[in-house]
């Protein structure tokens, strides 16, 4: 699991780089956000925002496979809290 | 991307989410509206926590299971923080003085424990089931350490979910110095912890700010993003040299900082 998580953090870095340098070269006087550059830098960001709950869920697995029932039910606890409050926010 | 840098580097030696220093560089400085620097803020929190939990330098120092314990009871302060706001029980200067004075004890507290390490020279000692183990490098030695006062631990978060919905901060300027403090976890653990839980937080901030439209300036949040990336290695590369006892001077200096803009400037 740390491998997918670094390999996410990995290329969301790189669209995120091949995103800003695809923008100002474009308009290197306002740089917009359309296009290439603009696909990268929103699919880049998207990764990186997903890493923390691939932690979170990377935690629930480890507790579950070690049976800390405890420890197990206070991560699903913080993964439905995540999960409410991201169902929240989209619909709103 | 210099503000990020700065903010990365912050956020991998002390756990700080870097938005009291990023918001003010990006709104007044570069002249981004508020909501904007906040959102592009809080992508750069979940860069610093990506990079502190899964680069080997900050991961040695994560404690996962301690991080979700804690976490759990800052969303229910963030909650409860929500609830406040919405029935307008305290003024907008109430809620920054509460927040000032906190920062303010935390940063006295800080400072009376300056020569206090947290850790356990002899690596067959138990750490429990909330505590762990790392490479000192200050010692050159596995050590380890165990969380004390837990009760405290989980009130200082709760404490910290409150007063981060309240203000907009992020709790990590509260719960690394509590934790050091007054729950025998060494910086280095706390800060990487901490780290870790901000990142935690921030996702449904995100993605809240994304729907709301706030989000307007993806270009900079990528700069943004990429100089914390940077910064934050530059702050594994630092951390080490800087001393534990340097780092807590730092931490309670930023503290009183934070304390003297809550209690005097932002309230006036």
């Known amino acids: ?92 | 991307m210099l503000a990020g840098l700065a903010a990365g580097c912050l956020g991998a030696m002390l756990g700080l989410g870097g938005g009291i220093f990023l918001v003010p560089v990006l709104h007044r400085l570069v002249d981004v509206p508020f909501d904007t620097a906040t959102s592009i803020s809080l992508v750069t929190i979940i860069g610093t926590s990506s990079v502190v939990s899964l680069a080997s330098a900050g991961r040695q120092f994560v404690n996962i299971r301690l991080a979700v314990v804690l976490q759990t009871l800052t969303v229910l302060g963030a909650t409860i923080g929500s609830y406040i706001i919405e029935k307008n029980f305290l003024s907008g200067h109430t809620k920054g003085r509460i927040f000032g004075a906190t920062a303010l004890l935390v940063a006295i507290v800080m400072l009376s424990r300056l020569n206090r390490r947290n850790v356990i020279r002899d690596p067959k000692v138990d750490p429990g089931q909330l505590g762990g183990r790392f490479h000192d490098h200050d010692s050159g030695e596995q050590v380890v350490y165990r969380l004390r006062r837990l009760p405290v631990a989980l009130g200082m978060s709760l404490s910290a979910g409150v007063l981060s919905s309240l203000v907009g901060v992020g709790g990590g300027v509260l719960i690394v110095p509590a934790l050091n403090s007054w729950c025998g976890i060494p910086l280095r653990v706390a800060a990487a912890t901490s780290a870790l839980m901000i990142g935690i937080t921030a996702v449904p901030g995100v993605i809240g700010h994304y729907q709301s439209g706030h989000l307007t300036q993806p270009v900079l949040a990528a700069a943004a993003v990429i100089g914390v990336l940077i910064g934050s290695r530059a702050g594994f590369w630092l951390g080490p040299r800087s001393g534990v006892r340097s780092l807590k001077i730092l931490m309670a200096a930023i503290l009183l900082i934070v304390a003297v803009e809550y209690l005097f400037v932002a309230t006036q």
């Open chain 1, 1 to 92: 699991m740390t491998r997918l998580l670094r390999f996410l953090l990995f290329t969301s870095a790189t669209l995120l780089v091949v995103g800003l340098i695809a923008c100002l070269s474009t308009d290197p006087h306002g740089p917009g956000t359309a296009g290439f550059g603009g696909v990268c830098i929103t699919i880049g960001l998207s990764m990186l925002v997903s890493i923390p709950v691939f932690n979170v869920l990377s935690a629930l697995v480890t507790e579950i496979r070690e049976r800390e029932w405890p420890f197990a039910a206070a991560t699903a606890a913080v993964v439905a809290l995540l999960a409410y409050n991201v169902l929240q926010k989209i619909g709103h």
